[in-house]
T-cell receptor, first 112, second 116 residues
Framework: KQEVTQIPAALSVPEGENLVLNCSFT??????LQWFRQDPGKGLTSLLL?????REQTSGRLNASLDKSSGRSTLYIAASQPGDSATYLC???????????FGSGTRLLVRP | DTGVSQDPRHKITKRGQNVTFRCDPI?????LYWYRQTLGQGPEFLTY????????KSRLLSDRFSAERPKGSFSTLEIQRTEQGDSAMYLC??????????????FGEGSWLTVV
């Protein structure tokens, strides 16, 4: 059974810091991996999608990496801003599966 | 294209009542998903449709939960005889599944259910 774990559960940093969020999964046979952002009481916004054949994806200040063999992904946020404060969720699609399996998220607070 | 729309956004109901949530996916998307999210947890898959066909419903939490997508467009999620444990946010999502789509999934804003 696939399990997705995100560490840390919560993180508080001063504005301007670079930071790394971690995601690990127990079954390396994934189809792809996706990072989402969720603001309080809101739905999910897709940030980055990494297909299983890819090693990383970049969008603006965000960079996500994927190491299937070790069952790990990281989300790197450069020059953090207070507007980055949100919960960041990692999710995997399994081979021949149709559903996302989510971690519990990392709650990020960027202090001005 | 206004994204995935869900209605209502918030619903407070008394235990034992039935509730129905509606989801309008992105118009060209052929897959529609329902997830449930409780506080402090990631979303949990419930069911999904490919066009009008419900291809997986074993994850629906009990026989009190049912979902439909009658014409392959909008979908409804109904919860009968609600219980306090049903209180959660119900998220709808859609995607376009095809050779080059990459399975990117788009979520709605969610429907909050509070059972009192």
């Amino acid at each position: 059974k696939q399990e997705v774990t995100q560490i840390p559960a919560a993180l508080s940093v001063p504005e301007g810091e670079n930071l790394v969020l971690n995601c690990s999964f127990t079954d390396s046979a994934i189809y792809n991996l996706q990072w989402f952002r969720q603001d309080p009481g809101k739905g999910l916004t897709s940030l980055l999608l990494i297909q299983s054949s890819q090693r990383e994806q970049t969008s603006g200040r965000l960079n996500a990496s994927l190491d299937k063999s070790s069952g790990r992904s990281t989300l790197y946020i450069a020059a953090s801003q207070p507007g980055d404060s949100a919960t960041y969720l990692c999710a995997v699609w399994m081979d021949s599966s149709y559903k996302l399996i989510f971690g519990s998220g990392t709650r990020l607070l960027v202090r001005p | 294209d206004t994204g995935v729309s869900q209605d209502p956004r918030h619903k407070i109901t008394k235990r034992g009542q039935n509730v129905t949530f509606r989801c309008d996916p992105i118009s060209e998307h052929n897959r529609l998903y329902w997830y449930r999210q409780t506080l402090g947890q990631g979303p949990e898959f419930l069911t999904y449709f490919q066009n009008e066909a419900q291809l997986e419903k074993s994850r629906l939490l009990s026989d009190r939960f049912s979902a439909e997508r009658p014409k392959g467009s909008f979908s409804t999620l109904e919860i009968q005889r609600t219980e306090q444990g049903d209180s959660a946010m119900y998220l709808c999502a859609s995607s376009l599944v095809g050779e080059s789509s990459g399975n990117t999934i788009y979520f709605g804003e969610g429907s909050w259910l509070t059972v009192v």
